[in-house]
């Protein structure tokens, strides 16, 4: 099965934390939208298309054979056990989707912090507001998640290696992308609270340097950090 | 299969939408927080234990036997097929929870409408900033979610009555709350934007018409909207 990922191609974006899992999976895919030329317009093809009869209401979305899949962790919950990770019964599938759904509340939380009053204003029109919701996302609310998750990692009965049992899973690749990417937009916040978060940023560091994550990470797949995506680096909001 | 609910017990808030599948579907539940006296510690007791090895990061979450699920669109997820409202093949049940993340996104736009900053501040500490938030959010967000809905209802193959072919799912439950909650919220709002979005008003109308559910709205189990809740009544932030 060769999958079709659709979503912005100049950003990370929430479309990142699929592409995560189809290379570490080494799965066959193809970033529809990145295709130069023609991509942008077969994203927009499907999402003006009146005849789609499960239409999403934004990227990313995924088209495997007839299906086609929105929502990130919905994504991320029907590839799961195609790709191998994610556990096969259905309380561990449940569980980690339910971590997944907190990751989703957390990364529009990231958004947000920029981006308080609309998502359609430019930052510079909601400057204000945003220094006042992230002052206050940085001093409750990561703490509160990467505590949250670091318990996860703790109570793990089969070791602290791993989110879920012994295995690597999709939510272990997407805890690897919040941790990286808050390093990116809040590093001062990142630097104070990492050392209380020890297995969060061992696991940050377990995952990329698994070999095929390693591979897409330094590949221009990757695309880098940058001023237009969900995880954006204004000093002035760095606690 | 007795469920138990955990949810605050003060307002409708994120359990309303599980409230309505297991009153739809005449399940039953006990809405453990609600019990008098004893009903929050036990709540309490369950968010604080570290024995539990799959902590919720937050009300509600649902005990089903030895499962404990969290994160509203997953506990729907599981409890559809058992309460005979989501269709049951795979794809099927991926529309339906990809549907219910999206209304997800919208609850958490609705809280953000009057808590813009900070969900631990109170609603004076920051009514400057939801002013300028619910002007974008009534203006540009409630169409287009509302749009969104009305356009899936129209493109069922099998007839505009429910979101998913012939029969009934929680995903119609969750938009007849939607439906309700605007309207308590945003009234001037919602009086100007129905006409438009006939499918959705039909969809509340068929909904609340329903014996179970019908008996439930008017019980006491129902709790009224109030200002505590997610769907809160403020004329200034009314369009």
Same sequence: chains 1, 2.
Wanted: charged residues 25%; positive net charge.
């Amino acid at each position: 099965m060769r999958y079709e990922l659709y979503y912005w191609p100049e950003i990370q974006g929430r479309g990142e934390f699929v592409r995560l899992a189809l290379e570490d999976a080494g799965a066959d895919y193809v970033d529809v939208a990145r295709v130069e030329k023609t991509g942008i317009a077969a994203m927009v093809r499907v999402l003006e298309n009146h005849s789609v009869k499960r239409p999403p209401f934004a990227p990313p979305f995924l088209k495997a054979g007839n299906l086609v899949i929105a929502q990130t962790a919905n994504i991320l919950f029907y590839l799961g056990p195609r790709l191998g990770l994610v556990p096969k019964g259905e309380a561990g599938r449940l569980w980690a989707h339910q971590l997944q759904l907190t990751i989703a509340d957390w990364v529009a939380e990231v958004h947000d912090s920029h981006h308080p009053i609309s998502g359609s204003l430019y930052y510079e029109d909601q400057k204000r507001e945003a220094k006042r919701r992230a002052a206050d996302f940085t001093r409750e609310r990561v703490p509160k998640f990467l505590g949250y998750f670091e318990d996860v990692l703790k109570r793990n009965p089969k070791g602290s290696s791993y989110v879920l049992g012994k295995a690597i899973s999709y939510v272990d690749l997407s805890l690897f992308q919040m941790n990286a990417g808050l390093r990116y937009a809040f590093p001062r916040t990142m630097t104070k609270l990492e050392p209380k978060h020890r297995r969060m940023v061992a696991l940050h560091d377990r995952v990329c340097a698994r070999p095929r994550l390693a591979a897409y990470l330094s590949s221009p797949r990757r695309l880098p950090f940058n001023q237009e995506g969900i995880f954006r680096h204004y000093p002035e909001l760095d606690g």
